[in-house]
């Protein structure tokens, strides 16, 4: 059984929605309408707490309450998820995506958040607790290098 997927980046962030909750893409402004054309364009980045897109250059319309007319930045395409690998999200990460991230999958080795199309017309809010990094105060003189897949 097949779960196909509408692939996206937005503000440098790579997500993922089930294709049955999108209703159309089109590009901003193109000689083709959205069927919604009422809605204000809403850019993703800002709505799920990054920074204003700068190339916004197409339009997901959303089937979710209140539908959602989203600015990102590109779309990869549509792909069954159903034989991807879908990894758990980290315990410090749940908290600050939960509202609107329902898992993760990877597409050609690359990590893309699975929204929630019932909840993500909501975003994440000001409030979110978002986690923190804390940087040190000085470089240390040795490290430990990982390395995986060949990338350092």
């Not at 509408?6 to 402004?29: C, D, I, K, M, T």
């Not at 990869?76 to 690998?85: M, S």
């Not at 990877?106 to 975003?123: A, I, K, N, W, Y």
Request: glycine residues 8%.
């Amino acid at each position: 059984m097949s779960r196909l997927c509408v692939f996206f980046e937005a503000g440098g962030v790579r997500y993922a929605v089930e294709a049955l909750s999108v209703l159309e893409v089109a590009r901003p402004g193109g000689a083709k309408e959205l069927s919604a054309a009422h809605l204000d364009a809403v850019d993703l980045s800002v709505l799920l707490g990054g920074s204003p897109q700068a190339q916004a250059s197409t339009l997901l319309l959303m089937d979710t309450n209140p539908s959602l007319a989203a600015k990102v930045t590109a779309v990869a395409g549509v792909y069954d998820a159903q034989p991807l690998e879908q990894p758990h999200l980290a315990r410090r990460l749940a908290p600050w995506l939960s509202p609107v991230v329902r898992g993760a999958i990877v597409l050609e080795r690359r990590l893309h958040f699975e929204l929630d199309p019932s909840t993500v017309q909501r975003g994440l809010g000001a409030q979110a607790a978002r986690p923190s990094v804390v940087a040190p105060a000085a470089t240390p003189a040795q490290a430990l290098v990982f390395e995986s897949g060949g990338q350092s």
